[in-house]
């Protein structure tokens, strides 16, 4: 056997015999590289006689090709099986379930806003906000509570040091009324709208936080009276309660920017120790709980809201949304509300998939 076969049996048997990439790069340096013996042997081609290069040249050449091919192939076939290795062990399994890791709910306070946005987007009302840091003119004195008025004095009002740009101070909205005022402003007539969102009064104890939520509502149109009002209230109770069974009492009351204005009761039973609503208030056993404040927007508001009350009338009404919330669901304590309690929240919170429909129902469990 000739030198170069026998370099060429060689160096494919040790081709052969790598079991990996880097094996078989070194053995292509030793081989190919610069200074490697087939290298070295392709060089003493210069050196021959045009005969002898003849000669000998074809089987360095083959040489050179074989050891060439064999390293691709040998190549190629590690590729293939490191990429078959990934692909048995990096799979992703997509039918798996999610990890069970801790998940969120959605608060009742949250839950219960969606609710009231769906009753009220079907009555045709839209949704309009309003800041939290108000400023004293669209706090009390649009809403006919000039600097005296002994009504300011009931708000427990949270105060800053600033000025406001309308003169009096700024402050934290102590109810929700201002959006009327403002969207009145903003809007023009006619409007149907609430207006969810938070308020401050500095109070505390079991059924009252410094801060706490409210809806507003406000209707303001041609011919607007009385009846309009109970109708809206009664529908969207019966709605938000997904009860028939809902008694309304309306009772003559003051608040300074409603003329006139009325207190509504709704009657409750008492079962297991718990109030339950439905039924009068009057029958045996029975009571009426104060739910929420209304009546017919005061002129004097419509008329500071720019627009002219011998036109435009309407109603207004504002109800505590932390207490829709504890009377469908059942909380007695409103502090846990806000104190962050994951099992509370665990235990009184709403799946996120939950979204209340009219559909689907606005009070369906989780
Ligand atoms: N803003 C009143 C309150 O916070 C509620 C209310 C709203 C009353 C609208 C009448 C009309 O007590």
Redesign the pocket.
């Known amino acids: 056997m000739s030198d170069i076969q026998s370099m060429t049996t060689d160096a494919l048997q040790r081709i052969t015999a790598a079991t990996d990439l880097a094996t078989l790069e070194t053995l292509r340096v030793e081989l190919l590289g610069k200074q490697g013996s087939v290298s070295g042997l392709l060089k003493t081609l210069g050196g021959m006689s045009p005969e002898e290069r003849q000669e000998k040249a074809p089987a360095i050449q083959a040489l050179r090709q074989a050891v060439a091919d064999a390293l691709a192939d040998r190549k190629a076939a590690f590729e293939a099986d490191e990429l078959a290795r990934r692909l048995a062990t990096e799979k992703a399994d997509l039918t798996l379930p999610a990890p069970d890791a801790p998940c969120g709910t959605v608060h009742p306070v949250s839950q219960v806003m969606d609710e009231l946005a769906e009753i009220f987007a079907d009555l045709g009302f839209a949704v309009a906000t309003g800041p939290e840091i108000e400023d004293d003119w669209y706090n009390f004195t649009a809403l006919n509570m000039p600097e005296s008025h002994p009504a300011r004095a009931m708000h427990d009002t949270f105060y800053f040091p600033d000025t406001a740009p309308k003169g009096g101070r700024m402050l934290l909205r102590t ?1 929700t ?1 201002p959006v009327q005022v403002r969207t009145m402003l903003a809007e023009g007539a006619p409007i149907r709208i609430i207006a969810p969102g938070r308020v401050y009064r500095s109070d505390s104890d079991a059924t009252h936080t410094p801060m706490f939520h ?1 809806v ?1 509502g406000l209707v303001i149109d041609k011919d607007i009276h009385l009846g309009h009002l109970k109708w809206t209230l009664e529908t969207f109770l019966k709605a938000f309660f997904e009860t028939d069974d809902i008694v309304l009492r309306l009772r003559p009351s003051y ?1 300074p ?2 003329e006139p ?1 009325v207190e509504v009761d709704v009657g409750f039973a008492i079962e297991n120790g718990r109030r339950v609503l439905g039924g009068s208030g009057d029958a045996p056993g029975h009571g009426w709980m104060e739910l929420l ?3 017919m927007v005061n002129r004097k508001v419509i008329e500071m809201s720019g627009l002219d009350p011998d036109e435009w009338q309407g109603f ?3 109800v505590g949304v932390d207490r829709l919330a504890m009377l469908k669901y059942g909380m007695d304590d409103l502090r846990a509300f806000f104190d962050g309690d994951v099992r509370w929240l665990q235990h009184y919170g709403f799946s996120a998939y939950d979204q209340p429909t009219l559909s689907a129902g606005v009070g369906a469990r989780p």
């Open positions: 109810h009324s409210q507003e608040f920017f409603t204005s404040g209304s009546g207004a009404f504002g």
